[in-house]
């Protein structure tokens, strides 16, 4: 089966520039979305279709997906950006998630 | 508003049965193909079972397959998970989420609350 593979946390300081990556076999052949989820609620599609921002997703958050790796960038880091991020992509009839990255800002 | 409102969880022993239900609103349900996507306490995101806009289209994990049956009815907004020989690794909350288009990457972007299964004697 389709594994997504994300590292289980990433610390970044405030105004920095946070990347996370998902790493899966051929993963730029396909689509991938990350999702944002803060404690106690529902995940946001923050990124779909490789790089294309929801409305209301800020600017800060880009994406990125070649090769074998994926990657969500934010830019400017905020507090409020702290939350665990899922990459995810679809695969012989399969939605693949990845393990989930934990985002400290600190 | 655009809404999905789950509801049906609740504690059942092991083996039983449960039926969540999805309620859908301000938004034309019969476009939108729907999912079913779980969390189990402190775990990750893990996707259950997905249904095409029509229902002619149905996927789900294999960790589910041959126990849980997706099913929706558009006259009614509503999507269903029939839960069937529940066991503990079942217990998570259980979120309902729409997409445009999985298989080009829109990703689900309207997620219900969530309705937490819990699978104990």
């Known amino acids: 089966s389709y594994e997504l593979t994300q590292p289980p946390s990433v610390s970044v300081s405030p105004g920095q520039t946070a990347s996370i990556t998902c790493s899966g076999d051929k993963l730029g052949d396909k689509y991938a979305c990350w999702y944002q989820q803060k404690p106690g609620q529902s995940p946001v599609v923050v990124i779909y279709q490789d790089r294309k921002r929801p409305s209301g997703i800020p600017e800060r958050f880009s994406g990125s997906n070649s090769g074998n790796t994926a990657t969500l960038t934010i830019s400017g880091t905020q507090a409020m950006d702290e939350a665990d991020y899922y990459c995810q992509a679809w695969d012989s009839s399969t939605v693949v998630f990845g393990g989930g990255t934990k985002l400290t800002v600190l | 508003e655009v809404q999905l409102v789950e509801s049906g969880g609740g504690l059942v022993q092991p083996g039983g049965s449960l039926r969540l239900s999805c309620a859908a609103s301000?938004?034309?349900?019969?476009?939108?193909?729907m999912n079913w996507v779980r969390q189990a306490p402190g775990k990750g995101l893990e996707w259950v079972s997905y249904?095409?806009?029509?229902?002619?289209?149905?996927y789900y994990a294999d960790s589910v397959k041959g126990r849980f049956t997706i099913s929706r009815d558009n006259a009614k907004n509503s999507l269903y998970l029939q839960m069937n020989s529940l066991r503990a690794e079942d217990t998570a909350v259980y979120y309902c989420?729409?997409?445009?288009?999985?298989?080009?990457?829109?990703?689900?972007?309207?997620w219900g609350q969530g309705t937490t299964v819990t699978v104990s004697s």
């Open positions: 301000g938004f034309t349900f019969s476009s939108y193909e």
């Open positions: 249904i095409s806009s029509s229902g002619n289209t149905i």
């Open positions: 989420a729409r997409d445009l288009d999985i298989l080009t990457g829109y990703g689900m972007d309207v």
